[in-house]
């Protein structure tokens, strides 16, 4: 008797191809995927919710996602990331929680999420942070590198927990939480971020945020800590702090705290000479201080004077220093850096990720958020420095390649052209310029194997050729033709 035939269903090649607002974040996916990125937050974080269509860590996906495809407030992720089926696709979900869903797994955030989520992201730093190789060449090269910190004010409503009144740049009588956060300005990537109630001031969490750093950095001997410069201005520049600083062995470039002091200490100046001119383009003038301060190890200490904005006379300042062989304009204009990267981080935070719009009542819940948004500025920029790398890689070999088909090596932009274009980007511009882009995604298997660019965006081309040698390894192919 014949067998009786089976009628078996065809395994399906079938290539999806959809619109997508956001085609090179798509096209990502894969790369953070291989990485294991998310897969932490998932192993790691446990929020006490009843799991329905979602689990709680797919909530705080979605909130990462929703940061790094421009949604500056929770509505938005109704209205940018839940529409958008292919970008949920390409991250292998089949659609997206709504926004009121993602709010209460927020509100459900206990102390202990918070610490599983610092220890999650603890274990994404050490495997993907840029700044321990640094450290590591610092060690080898008997190198010190700079670590900035800096307290934030984040208003929010007088009802919400841990507001309170205290100062915000610019405002006055205003209710709010403050933010500190430790940064590696050579990368701009958050070490530890921390949330405080509004009336905290930078000299009450200095020792906390040192304990958080010392933690994610693993500066856990006197050795290692030898390797790290504190600078830090003048709200962190008390006694106490400067004499843990320098108990705990590490090097300083610091403000000091009290203005008395500082123009008590001016008195003691030789010789003033001409520094370059201070905000407004005001004169400035410095000099070494002979009458020292005593701190619990031996420091330098630099006098500067500041004609005022009215009136006639000085407004004063005193900078410590524990390197005592550097100059007096390497030390101001070593300073004078500072102002650029904390201030500029906090800046374009605000205004690429929204990181002030997202407000929750509750304080576990808004310390969620910073959380969250930390991860997702330290994503945005590894992603940035993985293309300035590759472009640099292509760029020291000599030669160029023809990575696509349709791609000619007239239509490609020459390496250090685009490395040189990404290193300018900021927060804002990498979401609206490089992420946000929108075209044609091919998914096969539910897995981005092409996109398709408009030609129109600006620079294009440069976009297209940092995303070809990025995403390489993974065999995506980017095109440019217009859909």
């Not at 950095?217 to 800590?225: E, N, P």
């Not at 935070?349 to 990181?355: F, I, P, S, T, W």
């Amino acid at each position: 008797m014949a067998k009786k035939r089976i009628k078996r269903k065809k395994k399906s090649n079938r290539k999806n191809r959809e619109n997508s607002s956001f085609a090179p974040l798509c096209a990502l996916s894969a790369l953070i995927e291989s990485r294991g990125i998310f897969q932490c937050i998932h192993e790691m974080v446990r929020i006490p919710q009843k799991e329905v269509d979602y689990c709680p860590t797919d909530k705080l996906v979605f909130v990462v996602l929703g940061i790094m495809s421009g949604c500056e407030v929770m509505s938005d992720l109704n209205w940018k990331l839940r529409i958008d089926k292919v970008l949920l696709s390409a991250f292998g979900y089949q659609k997206c929680a709504d926004q009121s869903v993602i709010q209460r797994t927020l509100d459900a955030s206990t102390d202990e999420n918070i610490n599983q989520m610092e220890s999650a992201l603890k274990t994404i730093w050490d495997s993907h942070s840029m700044s321990l190789s640094f450290l590591g060449d610092a060690q080898k090269a008997g190198r010190v590198e700079t670590i900035d910190m800096d307290l934030s004010g984040m208003p929010a409503s007088k009802k919400a927990e841990g507001s309170e009144k205290g100062y915000f740049s610019g405002k006055r009588n205003t209710y709010g939480r403050q933010l500190a956060r430790i940064l590696v300005p050579d990368t701009q990537e958050i070490v530890a971020e921390c949330l405080y109630p509004g009336n905290v001031t930078s000299c009450m969490v200095f020792k906390e945020m040192v304990g958080k750093m010392e933690h994610q950095l693993s500066l856990d001997t006197k050795d290692k800590r030898r390797l790290i410069r504190l600078r830090l201005d003048g709200g962190f520049g008390t006694d106490e702090n400067i004499n843990y600083a320098l108990w705990r062995g590490y090097h300083l470039l610091a403000k000091v705290f009290s203005w008395k002091r500082a123009k008590a200490l001016a008195k003691s100046v030789d010789e003033w000479v001409d520094i370059s001119p201070g905000p407004d383009n005001r004169l400035r003038q410095a000099g070494w201080v002979t009458m020292l301060h005593r701190y619990g190890r031996k420091t330098k200490q630099l006098a500067i004077r500041m004609s005022k904005k009215k009136g006639n006379g000085y407004q004063y300042s005193v900078l410590v220093i524990t390197d005592m062989d550097a100059d007096v304009n390497t030390i101001v204009d070593d300073y004078d850096g500072r102002s650029g990267v904390p201030e500029s981080t906090f800046c374009q935070d605000n205004q690429g990720l929204g990181m002030r719009k997202r407000r929750k009542k509750s304080f576990v819940a808004q310390q969620m958020l910073v959380l969250l948004n930390q991860l997702a500025h330290n994503l945005i920029r590894w992603i940035q420095i993985w293309m300035i790398r590759a472009m640099r890689l292509l760029s020291s070999q000599g030669s160029w390649w023809n990575p696509s088909d349709d791609a000619t090596v007239e239509e490609l932009e020459e390496p250090a052209i685009v490395a040189e274009t990404l290193s300018s980007l900021g927060m804002k511009r990498m979401v609206n310029q490089v992420f946000c882009l929108s075209g044609e995604v091919t998914l096969k298997k539910g897995k981005v194997i092409q996109i398709n660019l408009n030609p129109l965006y600006p620079m294009i081309s440069r976009i297209r050729t940092a995303l070809e040698a990025l995403l390489k390894p993974y065999r995506i192919n980017v095109f440019l033709h217009e859909i």
